[in-house]
């Protein structure tokens, strides 16, 4: 099975620029989304992508500030993230799809990375 390892979280300044990644262990041809969960809450969807290069659906509440971005050759993913506020601090997670079509919900994905903790002080 193909494992998922994210990096880049660390702690930034509001309006801060940050880029998260995820590499794959192998290839996959499923969607692949981040998900981030802040202390006390539930897991929130942010972007998913295709493996289809360019098919991206972004959270409403966060387009204009995060990108979604897949290298398929290299097996990884991107978050690209800017205007970084206090409420984006979570630990940021990435996961491949159990469902070929894009989903919002975190219960169509089956592989998860372990987590890469990003803090945005104020």
């Known amino acids: 099975q193909v494992q998922l390892v994210e990096s880049g979280g660390r702690l930034v300044q509001v309006g801060d620029s940050l880029r998260l990644s995820c590499a794959a262990s192998?290839?996959?041809?499923?969607?692949m989304a981040w998900f981030r969960q802040a202390p006390g809450k539930e897991r929130e969807f942010l972007a998913v992508?295709?493996?289809?290069?360019?098919?991206?659906y972004v959270e409403d509440s966060l387009k204009g500030r995060f990108t979604i971005s897949r290298d398929n050759a290299k097996n990884t993913m991107s978050l690209q993230m800017s205007s970084l506020k206090p409420e984006d601090t979570a630990v940021y997670y990435c996961?491949?799809?159990?469902?070929?079509?894009?989903?919002?919900?975190?219960?169509?994905?089956?592989?998860w990375g372990q987590g890469t903790q990003v803090t945005v002080s104020s």
């Open positions: 192998g290839r996959t041809s499923r969607p």
């Open positions: 992508t295709s493996s289809t290069i360019g098919v991206t």
């Open positions: 996961a491949i799809a159990k469902v070929p079509h894009l989903s919002r919900a975190s219960s169509d994905y089956d592989v």
